[in-house]
């Protein structure tokens, strides 16, 4: 049996989630077009006849600018210690960038076998992919660079394969129908927060906190109660969120409830909440109070 922990780091909006997603063929970690929008550490584990790898996906890696962004980079780096492996994603640019050079400093520091993936390579031609892979061979940081479309599938199945080459001999960490480690309130607390940020647009940047206030299922009947509040960092974000006689709430409330019912398959009765914590990613005691520990 192969297993291990296999750590995938990037920036934001590299495709880190995306694909998750097609490894897995469950959407667990949300995915929006917005910067910052994986928050926490999310366990997915992948599961054959032979092996067990758990992907650590994680928060994109970014300068720090208040006490929610300083726990981010906390938890991608602490991600990286007990790894078996490290997986670098990086997309379709052409040169390396800040961000990319901040995250090669902390790699540097890992000593473990190392992937480099390209993503988004069907969007350059054969001679952009080499230019960037030559690129990355001069660092002699990586021991595999591979390019691959996660949206479209290509050269998923040749990663997954390199992973379980390079991974030791090991116990069956989970269960094998086990498919993350996040329980059913935090994906559904998720999946409320990626339609507020697809609908919201760029009128709220990042700060919604979605905080799960009761989760009970009926004692009669396959439905569950769900109430739930959106918790935001300024007062003039209330309107907006709200929207003009609650449009833009009920639109957030009726496409998250319709993808939590095909997730819990279960019909639900979802409410939400808008409630205010003025600057709340600023403060050590909110972003505690919050989960992000």
């Given at each position: 049996m192969?297993?291990?922990?296999?750590?995938?780091?990037?920036?934001?909006?590299?495709?880190?989630?995306?694909?998750?997603?097609k490894?897995?063929g469950?959407k667990?970690?949300?995915?929006s077009?917005?910067?910052?929008?994986?928050r926490?550490?999310i366990k997915?584990?992948?599961?054959d006849?032979?092996?067990?790898i758990i992907?650590?996906?994680?928060?994109?890696?970014?300068?720090?600018?208040?006490?929610?962004?300083?726990?981010?980079?906390?938890?991608?780096e602490?991600?990286?210690?007990?790894s078996?492996?490290?997986t670098?994603?990086?997309?379709?640019s052409?040169?390396i960038?800040?961000?990319?050079?901040?995250?090669?400093?902390?790699l540097e520091?890992v000593?473990a076998?190392k992937?480099?993936?390209i993503?988004?390579c069907?969007?350059?031609?054969?001679?952009?992919?080499?230019q960037?892979k030559r690129t990355?061979?001069?660092?002699?940081?990586?021991?595999?660079?591979i390019?691959?479309?996660?949206?479209?599938?290509?050269?998923?199945?040749?990663?997954i394969?390199?992973v379980k080459?390079?991974l030791?001999e090991g116990?069956?960490?989970?269960?094998?129908d086990?498919?993350?480690?996040?329980?059913?309130?935090?994906?559904?607390s998720e999946?409320?927060?990626?339609?507020a940020?697809?609908?919201?647009?760029?009128?709220?940047p990042h700060?919604?906190?979605?905080r799960?206030d009761?989760f009970k299922k009926r004692e009669d009947?396959n439905?569950?109660?769900?109430?739930?509040?959106l918790?935001l960092?300024?007062?003039?974000?209330?309107?907006i969120?709200?929207?003009k006689?609650?449009?833009?709430?009920k639109?957030?409330?009726m496409e998250?409830?319709?993808?939590?019912?095909?997730?819990?398959?279960?019909k639900?009765?979802?409410?939400?909440?808008v409630?205010?914590?003025?600057?709340?990613?600023k403060k050590?005691?909110?972003?505690?109070?919050?989960?992000?520990?």
């Amino acid at each position: 049996m192969k297993s291990g922990f296999v750590s995938v780091v990037g920036r934001a909006n590299v495709g880190k989630s995306t694909l998750m997603e097609k490894i897995l063929g469950e959407k667990i970690s949300i995915i929006s077009n917005k910067p910052q929008t994986t928050r926490d550490e999310i366990k997915i584990i992948y599961n054959d006849e032979n092996s067990q790898i758990i992907f650590l996906d994680t928060p994109g890696i970014q300068t720090p600018r208040n006490k929610l962004q300083e726990h981010l980079l906390e938890v991608s780096e602490d991600s990286l210690k007990d790894s078996d492996i490290v997986t670098f994603i990086v997309d379709n640019s052409l040169t390396i960038g800040r961000l990319d050079k901040m995250i090669l400093e902390i790699l540097e520091k890992v000593n473990a076998p190392k992937i480099l993936l390209i993503n988004k390579c069907d969007l350059l031609e054969e001679g952009e992919i080499e230019q960037i892979k030559r690129t990355y061979i001069g660092l002699n940081t990586f021991d595999y660079i591979i390019p691959i479309s996660a949206l479209n599938d290509e050269n998923i199945g040749k990663y997954i394969e390199t992973v379980k080459e390079i991974l030791p001999e090991g116990p069956l960490y989970y269960p094998s129908d086990m498919i993350t480690d996040k329980n059913e309130r935090f994906i559904v607390s998720e999946i409320i927060r990626e339609k507020a940020l697809k609908n919201l647009s760029n009128e709220i940047p990042h700060g919604i906190f979605v905080r799960i206030d009761q989760f009970k299922k009926r004692e009669d009947k396959n439905l569950y109660d769900i109430y739930a509040s959106l918790i935001l960092e300024r007062p003039s974000h209330k309107e907006i969120v709200i929207g003009k006689n609650g449009s833009k709430i009920k639109k957030i409330g009726m496409e998250a409830r319709c993808e939590i019912e095909v997730f819990m398959d279960s019909k639900i009765n979802l409410k939400l909440w808008v409630k205010v914590e003025k600057d709340w990613r600023k403060k050590q005691k909110l972003v505690d109070r919050f989960g992000y520990k």
